[in-house]
């Protein structure tokens, strides 16, 4: 099945994952200037009403740089919307997408026929993150486009499959478009997740690490500082298995060697209670195992060169013609 017209002809196959709180419209203006998709979450504008700003001023600017710039135009966008029942901001940030076309839609936490029929409505395109092969079936019987395969080591709410087996499972079935999420932060990674079968790789927490992201200048040194053995996976946080560094756990008065268990059922994004009201949402980073490569703080474009160097530099090696992996 061809690519989407809207994700055929990208500088580079990556698309940066939407960083929850972190994500603004400096660093998804500067990751699509870049040449990648750049994405952030909709609920990362507060209050609601500033979402109508941000993608204004996300909508104007690119295309203010694709005019001034026509032979390097921008990469598109996307917003990610969390379809859980507990987001009460949904059909307020849907209206907002509606009123910008928002090229690309990312939802996470459950697929909705009415969400992907919305989002085609005005020309968008739907990708639905998912941890395994059975919510894989799901989210395309109902509607999405194509597929984010999260697998074990990517950040946030991440699943524990293989990225081999997660992707060998959807391809026997599955042609369209699909990303693959863990672990990527270097253009040499990006290349294996296309040589596995994958159209896209998907990186969030290396991005952490640039200039224009919203953390503070400690989650980013803290990226910097950490490997893989810094990493913790964890449900007590939101109720929803993910991946964390220690060193924010350790910051709330927790032990990362030993966190209890948190009820599945119950969304918690709210308080952590370990020696102070630590929020889950803020104080807490969440971080996959792919930032050991992370040496420094970087602009957003200049470590979208060093991807775009390294993926060059693998296919080189590899003897790849430009035909043969996109």
């Not at 002809?9 to 709180?21: M, Q």
């Not at 085609?120 to 395994?132: A, E, P, R, T």
């Not at 939101?238 to 008065?253: D, F, P, Q």
Request: charged content about 20%.
């Amino acid at each position: 099945m061809p690519l989407p017209p809207v994700l055929a002809k990208l500088p580079l196959p990556i698309i940066g994952s939407p960083l929850f709180i972190i994500s603004n419209p400096r660093l998804v203006i500067e990751q699509c200037k870049a040449g990648v998709v750049g994405s952030m979450p909709a609920l990362n504008a507060r209050p609601a009403a500033q979402l109508d700003e941000w993608l204004a001023e996300i909508t104007e600017t690119l295309a203010a740089w694709d005019r001034d710039h026509p032979e390097q135009k921008s990469a598109p966008f996307a917003i990610n919307q969390i379809v859980h029942k507990s987001n009460d901001r949904l059909d307020h940030d849907m209206a907002m997408c509606a009123k910008y076309r928002v090229p690309i839609v990312i939802t996470s936490l459950g697929a909705r026929v009415d969400i992907n029929e919305a989002v085609h409505g005005w020309g968008g395109v739907v990708l639905h993150d998912i941890i395994n092969n059975v919510h894989a079936h799901k989210a395309i019987e109902k509607g999405a486009d194509g597929l984010i395969a999260v697998a074990a080591g990517a950040g946030g709410h991440a699943g524990t499959k293989s990225p081999f087996a997660l992707v060998q499972e959807i391809r026997q079935w599955f042609d369209g478009p699909l990303a693959l999420s863990g672990s990527i932060a270097t253009g040499d990674a990006v290349l294996a997740a296309l040589a596995m079968g994958a159209d896209f790789a998907y990186i969030g927490s290396a991005f952490i690490a640039t200039e224009e992201a919203r953390a503070i200048d400690a989650h980013k040194q803290a990226i910097v500082d950490a490997t893989s053995d810094d990493i913790v996976y964890s449900n007590l946080f939101t109720g929803v298995h993910g991946n964390y560094l220690k060193r924010s756990i350790r910051n709330a008065g927790l032990d990362p060697d030993n966190l209890p268990v948190s009820d599945p059922s119950k969304m918690n994004f709210g308080n952590v209670d370990g020696g102070g009201a630590k929020k889950a949402w803020k104080d807490i980073w969440g971080c996959g195992q792919g930032i050991g490569v992370v040496d420094k703080v970087r602009s957003t474009a200049e470590f979208v060169a060093k991807l775009r160097s390294e993926y060059e530099a693998a296919r080189k090696r590899l003897g790849l013609r430009e035909s043969a992996i996109a």
